[in-house]
């Protein structure tokens, strides 16, 4: 039997009081692709992030190829055959190809030579895997997935033959995803090692061959995937039993409630990014926005929600809402009973910094409940967090927590507590489980459903396909800008979706 | 969690970086070949060794306190206010307009209106800045810099040409009415049977400086506005997401802060001068942000800072009058301890946190 591609052996590593990573050891066999799941927080990428020299661990052997090696820095990592995809691209936005390739790994003081040899082993690479791109095509002018294959190409350049991929598919179309995939399975038929690191089921159970599960910083088991499925998956992730599926009856729609008619919106910089939009959201239903990130759902939510300017018309149960100027603000918005959960909570949705309780205020600061005289009614604030807390079940239920210290799961929960006790006409929802753990978004979701059955309307953007799919009534896909179809949940898949975000027009619906 | 406990942050790093100025310029005052102890004696009788050096230690605190709680509120927003100087200036402008042209029964009314004029001068001249930031997103910082320039020429233009008396060389206003005399802290304990010293200039508004405190603190954490200043001062897309306007949050908090500012002069030129001259505010704006960053902006840790300055300044008044250290060294010190409690405080906070840490990590 060969050595395994990497070992890991009894690699811990804290922060502080906090143990990121205790005791972990795996093996990982050449030429396979292993799967990395677990829940944020859970310590997948400090892990990586040791693997690949950001973080030196406090205990713990890493041996590659039946090597004893020690990865101070990214340089030995890169030396030791390891690249990294990261989530975020780390790339140059106005150089080319070419130019982002040899960056970092220019030999001499002349570009020329660099260059010249890069774009042939660029050709040979392609002719090797597939993976073909422009060498003279600026980042900026070439689509989220080819970026993607300009970093993937960037690692093989630095003769990487194990490669870490960190949650690649979040910014990706499906069929942008089933071309990586593809690559991936090029990859590894070549003899290359992967790592995915992803928090979607349905990725590990199709394309790996090994999977470890991680929780609160342990490694709970490996497991060949063949031998597993997603509900036991998640069963590990999460360490007790979850619901995959979201339990709702069907919808019964009454009369729109959010009608928008010709919406425009320009942003800072002069584009256009909802461009000529329709859309009408009825009490008593979720419609869900799908799309790739950046098509402008987030301008979308933002104008509804009144942060942000547009042209056109929406009418709120029949009454025009003003798009710009007086009354259009997120004040006026909330004084007509919409509710926002915005995408980004620690941006916008709540003050990192604040007491929980302050932030229970937070955009309802002007409520007749909070005030008392000229001051504020902090006394009344504390009492209606504890009450909001307990009904919630927001861990630790402590007001006089800063935000920033609970987690991602229990932050969201103190948003939509604040959002949907108001008992809102109409709920906006951004990426409601973004960052949230399998247990808060069982949770999370149960509450937009009973909001839907009080005859509510709910409208959801998310970039997450199951999610619209499973909680939505209705799903409108974006793309550019223009909503490309609508279409009953019940009646679409992910791959007539995926089609329509991709921007391939489907027939009218 | 937090990474250390608030006692740490509030007291601890503040103290810490006191000592290492004090180290420091102890060690300077060894290299000009003077004793340090010496020196930190003759400045703490100086300072706080009798009810005259008292009353000039709370003077000085008295402005710095105006100051330092102007730069607090714009802080809050997370602007920051370099043009205190220039806003006081302007504040003593309003106080001498005042004072000279209105006929006052009372000091106490004169006193009142006094501190409006100073507030509305100097809001006025935070004005400007305030709506270049929020309409057209000139940085503050630059604005509120230029604008003490020109307030100092301003001020320069009106002295010469316009307040001063007739025959008079000297560019500065007329003297102001008796009626308008604020009672120093000597008059004021009299009647309380307690000795203060006639000639030190701390006067009544150290008492409205104290008021002002404590106006601050229910402001930014017991008010509507308050709050929405320091969601602003956090995140902008937050407060954009609230509803809370970045133009109206930005424009009052400047206003606040540059009223603050202005009623500085309610001390200098109303309470000590009694007149208007040029550069009355000899600094004291400047030293507001040094006030305003080692308090962190809270009313009663700028109250604090204020006081230590106000030592400082009348320590080293009294350390040039008596030792051969030149004046220039005071200010020197002056600048250590601007430097190790605001510039420098994470040289003392990134090990102390970890030292936090690590003791924790025992424990647990």
Redesign the interface.
């Known amino acids: 039997m060969t050595a395994p591609a990497i070992e890991l052996k009894g690699i811990s590593k ?1 922060f ?2 906090v143990q990121a990573n205790k005791d972990i050891s795996i093996r990982v066999s050449p030429g396979t692709i292993h799967g990395i799941i677990g829940e944020n927080g859970a310590g997948k990428s400090t892990l990586m992030s040791i693997l690949y020299g950001f973080y030196k661990a406090d205990k713990g052997e890493i041996w590659i190829h039946g090597k004893r090696t020690e990865i101070p820095d990214s340089q030995a990592a890169i030396a030791a055959g390891i690249g990294m995809v990261f989530q975020h691209f780390k790339l140059v936005e106005n150089f080319t190809v070419l130019e982002n390739i040899i960056l970092g790994a220019e030999d001499g003081g002349l570009l020329k030579p660099s260059l010249s040899k890069a774009r042939k082993t660029l050709q040979e690479l392609a002719r090797e895997y597939e993976l073909n791109v422009d060498p003279d095509a600026r980042i900026d002018e070439i689509g989220v997935g080819m970026q993607q294959r300009v970093e993937i190409l960037k690692a093989l350049y630095r003769q990487a033959d194990i490669l870490i991929l960190d949650e690649p598919t979040g910014v990706l179309t499906p069929s942008e995803a089933d071309q990586l995939f593809r690559i991936l399975d090029r990859l590894r038929a070549e003899g290359k090692t992967i790592i995915l690191i992803t928090h979607k089921l349905r990725e590990i159970m199709e394309y790996t061959d090994t999977v470890s599960v991680m929780r609160r910083g342990q490694m709970t088991a490996t497991v060949k995937t063949a031998e597993t499925n997603p509900e036991h998956l998640a069963e590990l992730m999460v360490g007790r039993k979850v619901l995959l599926r979201v339990d709702k009856v069907p919808a019964a729609p009454g009369k729109p409630i959010l009608e928008i008619e010709n919406l425009n919106v320009v942003d800072e910089a002069g584009v256009a990014r909802v461009k000529n939009l329709n859309l009408t959201v009825r009490a008593g239903e979720i419609v869900g926005i799908a799309g790739v990130a950046g098509n402008g759902q987030s301008e979308l939510l933002e104008v509804l ?3 942000r300017e547009g042209q056109g018309t929406i009418r709120l149960n029949g009454n025009p809402l003003p798009l710009s100027g007086k009354g259009s ?6 004084a007509s009973h919409v509710a ?1 959960v ?1 995408e ?1 909570r620690q ?8 007491h929980a309780w ?1 932030n229970v ?3 309802y ?2 409520a007749s409940e909070y ?1 008392s005289g ?3 009614n ?1 006394a009344a604030l504390r009492a209606d967090t504890e009450a909001k807390m307990e009904k919630f079940d927001v861990r630790p239920p402590d007001p006089w927590l ?1 935000a920033k ?1 609970f987690s991602g799961g229990n932050q969201q929960k103190i948003v939509v507590a604040r959002e949907i006790e108001r008992n809102p006409d109409l709920l906006l929802i951004g990426q409601p489980t973004r960052g949230v753990d399998i247990g808060a978004i069982e949770f999370i979701h149960k509450q937009i459903v009973e909001l839907r059955d009080q005859g509510k309307a709910v409208l959801l953007v998310s970039v997450e396909l199951e999610e619209i799919l499973s909680l939505s009534d209705r799903v409108a896909v974006m793309f550019d800008g223009m909503i490309m179809g609508e279409r009953p949940a019940d009646q679409t898949d992910e791959k007539e979706l995926g089609l329509l975000m991709a921007g391939v027009a489907g027939e009218a619906a | ?3 250390m406990p608030k006692w740490a942050d509030v007291v601890l790093i503040p103290l810490i970086s006191l000592i290492l100025a004090a180290l420091l310029s102890a060690l300077v005052i060894l290299g000009i070949g003077e004793d340090p102890i010496a020196a930190v004696k003759l400045m703490v009788s100086g300072a706080l060794g009798s009810t005259y050096g008292w009353g000039y230690t709370l003077y000085y605190a008295t402005n710095f306190l105006f100051t330092g709680l102007a730069v607090s509120v714009a802080f809050h927003a997370r602007l920051f206010n370099i043009g205190g100087e220039g806003q006081a200036m302007l504040g003593g402008l309003g106080v001498a307009l005042v004072c000279l042209y209105i006929p006052w029964p009372h000091w106490s009314l004169a006193l009142i209106f006094a501190s409006l004029g100073a507030a509305l001068f100097g809001a006025a001249w935070a004005a400007i800045p305030a709506y270049l930031q929020a309409k057209r997103g000139s940085h503050i910082v630059i604005t509120t810099i230029m604008f003490n320039f020109i307030a100092a020429a301003v001020l320069n233009y009106v002295l010469v040409n316009l307040l001063r008396p007739v025959g008079s060389m000297d560019p500065a206003t007329a003297r102001f009415p008796e009626a308008v005399h604020l009672p120093s802290l000597h008059e004021l304990l009299a009647p309380l049977g307690i000795a203060f010293s006639k000639s030190a200039p701390a006067n009544v508004s150290f008492v409205l400086a104290i008021v002002a405190c404590f106006a601050v603190w ?1 402001l930014i954490w ?3 506005l308050g ?2 200043i ?2 602003y001062g ?2 902008e ?2 407060a ?6 970045p133009v109206k949050i930005t424009m009052i908090a400047m206003l606040i802060s540059g009223g603050l500012a202005g009623m500085m002069a309610t001390n200098n030129v109303m309470g000590e001068a009694e007149r208007l001259v040029l550069n009355s505010t000899e600094g004291a704006g400047f030293i507001g942000i040094a006030v305003a960053l080692m308090g962190r902006s809270h009313p009663f840790g700028v109250f604090l800072a204020a006081i230590l300055f106000g030592f400082l300044y009348q320590g080293g008044a009294e350390l040039a009058l008596w030792t051969s250290i030149p004046r220039e060294l005071i200010v020197v010190i002056q600048a250590l301890v601007i430097l190790f409690t605001g510039a420098l405080d994470n040289m003392v906070r990134v090990p102390l946190e970890k030292a936090f ?1 690590a003791l ?2 025992e424990k ?1």
């Open positions: 804290a502080g009081p929600g009144g942060m603000d997120a004040r006026a918005r909330r926002h915005p980004d941006r916008e949705g709540l003050i990192m910094d604040f302050e205020a937070f955009g600061h002007h005030q000229l001051l504020m902090n800063a210290n | 969690m937090d990474k229910l017991r008010t509507k709050y929405e320091r969601a956090n995140s897309p937050g954009l997401y609230a509803g809370i306007s840490l924790r990590r647990a």
